[in-house]
């Protein structure tokens, strides 16, 4: 099996691969990866069995340290629907041989939850267990499956009636550089952290993927009283971010929205993400009931370390 790094040459190689992986993310997309290029140094690599490419492993390169990826929410290796256990077995092994060529011997792998498998996507994660890495990290998903009833918490149905009454609208709108201010109001107040993209970085990605990142908001007449940005995929939406004011939360805004999002998308697509709980020690639970509230349940988000001589 050959190893070859990326370079720009094989963008549209490595594109038309990943809109056809059974693991694939619009985000793995070159246009996606190289909003912040400045900030890692690019270690992509293309996987060829015999001039086919089986494989691609999104990742960047820092010390002796290979990560798939710390740019993005999650990374691994993307194959198609004829990737078996034993091909994967060669994957890992040729990737190793590369590593160890280019003085690399350690890989951090974030590997993609279930909900993103278009088929079943393990033979990764068994090939690592195989190889004897370390788990070092496993994350609660807090996911809804849109395809099954919904089920609300009383608190839940009362915000949503709530919302009703007030004559609360959810439409898609464009205005990203209201919600951001919005959103960084929050995140500044409540946890002292500045949202992951710039306005202008999230501009330029929803113009890029304008099918895949969308701003829904909640209006009072012209009024923009919060909303979310989600990652629309094959089967999955991703609720990248959601942010609320004080006026919209009073009136219940942020469920009405939500429920209005799972209406929007039933039928269409599979599961509603919400992502991660980060918080001490282990998961934020006021965040984390939050979402189990809605009607969400948890999936794992792992992350492992392979090490080598």
Avoid at 95 to 114: E, S
Avoid at 115 to 120: A, V
Avoid at 207 to 213: D, L, Q, T, V
Avoid at 274 to 296: C, D, H, R, V
């Amino acid at each position: 099996m050959d190893v070859i790094k990326y370079t720009s040459a094989y963008e549209n190689e490595w594109d038309a691969f990943v809109q056809r992986a059974k693991n694939g993310h619009f985000m793995f997309q070159r246009r996606y990866m190289e909003y912040h290029s400045s900030r890692f140094q690019d270690e992509s690599l293309l996987f060829f069995q015999k001039n086919r490419l089986v494989a691609v492993l999104p990742a960047h390169v820092q010390g002796e340290t290979l990560y798939s990826h710390n740019g993005l929410t999650f990374g691994g290796v993307l194959c198609d629907a004829a990737m078996t256990f034993l091909g994967m077995r060669e994957v890992f092994s040729a990737l190793k041989v590369y590593l160890k060529a280019q003085n690399i011997h350690a890989l951090v792998y974030k590997a993609i939850p279930a909900c993103y498998h278009q088929l079943p996507s393990n033979e990764d994660v068994a090939v690592l267990t195989q190889l004897g890495a370390e788990m070092t990290a496993r994350d609660l998903v807090s996911v809804l499956d849109l395809s099954a009833p919904r089920k609300y918490s009383k608190g839940v149905k009362w915000a949503v009636q709530k919302a009703k009454k007030a004559a609360l609208e959810v439409r898609r709108s464009e205005n990203l550089s209201a919600f951001m201010q919005i959103m960084q109001e929050l995140l500044q107040t409540k946890y002292r952290v500045y949202p992951t993209h710039s306005v202008e970085e999230l501009r330029q990605l929803a113009r890029s993927f304008p099918e895949n990142i969308v701003l829904y908001g909640v209006f009072q007449g012209q009024e923009l009283l919060g909303g979310t940005v989600v990652f629309v995929t094959e089967q999955v939406v991703h609720a990248q971010y959601i942010g609320m004011g004080e006026e919209g939360k009073a009136l219940g805004a942020t469920p009405y929205l939500l429920d209005k999002i799972f209406s929007a998308f039933q039928g269409q697509k599979r599961y509603f993400s919400f992502g991660t709980s980060p918080g001490p020690p282990y998961i934020n639970e006021q965040l984390y009931y939050f979402k189990e509230s809605m009607g969400a349940r948890a999936m794992l988000q792992e992350r492992y370390l392979l090490t080598w001589k």
